[in-house]
């Protein structure tokens, strides 16, 4: 035979992939989606934080504005419960009253 010696590495493509460079390839692009549903949920975790402290901050001004007070209320009346002073759907504005400036006037 007229061959002596035969380079055992391959040159040419066999067609076939490499087991190991597939996996790598689906961990990579399975780490960039991880990372990237890490960073959406962070975010909504922080959008819920700031809604939870607006929704307190709302119930506190609601408690305080809408609840009779123990001091203004006379022993043994209870005010109607806050769902049947508040009509559904409505936004309430409290009229700012005239400051008083000492007189008395009769409205008749």
């Known amino acids: 035979m007229w061959v002596k010696f ?5 040159t ?3 067609g076939q992939t ?3 460079e597939t996996l790598r390839r ?19 975790c922080e959008q819920q934080r700031q809604t939870n402290q607006q929704l307190e901050q709302v119930t506190s001004l609601l408690q305080h504005t809408l ?3 123990a001091s203004t209320t006379p022993e043994g009346v209870v005010g109607p419960p806050v769902s ?6 409505r936004d ?3 009229p700012n009253p005239e400051k008083f ?6 409205k008749i």
Request: a negative charge; charged letters at 20%; hydrophobic letters at 30%.
């Open 6 to 10: 035969v380079n055992k590495t391959m």
């Open 12 to 14: 040419e493509h066999s």
């Open 18 to 20: 490499d087991p190991a």
């Open 26 to 44: 689906r961990l990579f692009e399975h780490n960039l989606q991880i990372h990237s549903h890490d960073s959406t949920l962070r975010v909504l």
């Open 67 to 69: 609840l009779p007070k």
């Open 84 to 89: 049947q002073q508040l009509p559904p759907g």
């Open 92 to 94: 309430i504005t409290p």
């Open 101 to 106: 400036s000492g007189e008395v006037v009769d």
